[in-house]
């Protein structure tokens, strides 16, 4: 089993910076994708960053430039480094894993993540 803990998030204003950071734990295959996904109240889920365990990155549009993701020292770990965040950006970050061997996606529980205008 895999277990997600996100941590990091909460409010700031608009144009300030948050950071995410998430840590696998359990049996994590080493080839694997980690990201971050999104949802806002009454949205759909959407990806915002993604991180292959072979060093390639992927960003939503709406993000690129402003949102950095990426892996840390510490095994197993993906952070999302946040600047010149907007009102739009607010919701509900998940963390997400997926490996071949799973074929399945492991979900955190979210970091709310606020930007007031």
């Known amino acids: 089993q895999v277990e997600l803990v996100e941590s990091g998030g909460g409010l700031v204003q608009a144009g300030g910076s948050l950071s995410l950071s998430c840590a696998a734990s359990?049996?994590?295959?080493?080839?694997?994708?980690m990201g971050w996904y999104r949802q806002a109240p009454g949205k759909e889920r959407e990806m915002v960053a993604t991180?292959?365990?072979?060093?390639?990155?992927n960003y939503a549009d709406s993000v690129k430039g402003r949102f950095t993701i990426s892996r840390a020292n510490v095994k197993n770990t993906v952070l999302l480094q946040m600047n010149d965040l907007k009102p739009e950006d607010t919701a509900n970050y998940l963390c997400?894993?997926?490996?071949?061997?799973?074929?399945?996606?492991?979900w955190g529980k979210g970091a709310l993540v606020t930007v007031s205008s």
């Open positions: 359990g049996s994590v295959f080493s080839i694997n994708v």
């Open positions: 991180s292959t365990s072979g060093g390639s990155t």
């Open positions: 997400s894993l997926w490996t071949p061997r799973d074929d399945r996606y492991y």
